[in-house]
């Protein structure tokens, strides 16, 4: 079975940085792409950004462009999200999820096969 925990969501100030941790238990790491979601209270869960296998190909949501970054370390079998310049409505729980492949469509939640707890977000203004 795999499992996926999130980990590094605080409490920060506006234009400040913070690096989110997603490990996955299980061998097949290496084998998935991985995909960063958000969740602001009272909305819908929301794609943030995908990383294909072997961490070469990326995308991200408009909104996160420029101030978030996606990468993994797949001998730590762990996905992070780097997020800079954080902004009041960057505000969400956010959770990461694996696929068994990049391609389709990566925003879609139905893609996405196994999901971690989620990591609360906050952004003061």
């Known amino acids: 079975q795999v499992q996926l925990v999130e980990s590094g969501g605080e409490s920060v100030q506006a234009g400040d940085s913070l690096r989110l941790s997603c490990v996955v238990s299980?061998?097949?790491?290496?084998?998935?792409?991985m995909g960063w979601f958000r969740q602001a209270p009272g909305k819908e869960r929301d794609f943030v950004a995908v990383?294909?296998?072997?961490?070469?190909?990326?995308d991200y949501t408009d909104s996160v462009k420029g101030r978030f970054n996606i990468f993994r370390e797949n001998a730590k079998n762990t996905a992070y999200l780097q997020m800079n310049s954080l902004k009041p409505e960057d505000t969400a729980v956010y959770y990461c999820?694996?696929?068994?492949?990049?391609?389709?469509?990566?925003?879609?939640?139905?893609?996405?096969?196994?999901w971690g707890q989620g990591t609360q977000v906050t952004v003061a203004s």
């Open positions: 990383i294909n296998s072997n961490g070469r190909v990326t």
């Open positions: 999820a694996a696929r068994p492949t990049y391609s389709g469509d990566y925003r879609l939640l139905s893609q996405y096969n196994y």
């Open positions: 299980g061998r097949t790491f290496s084998s998935y792409a």
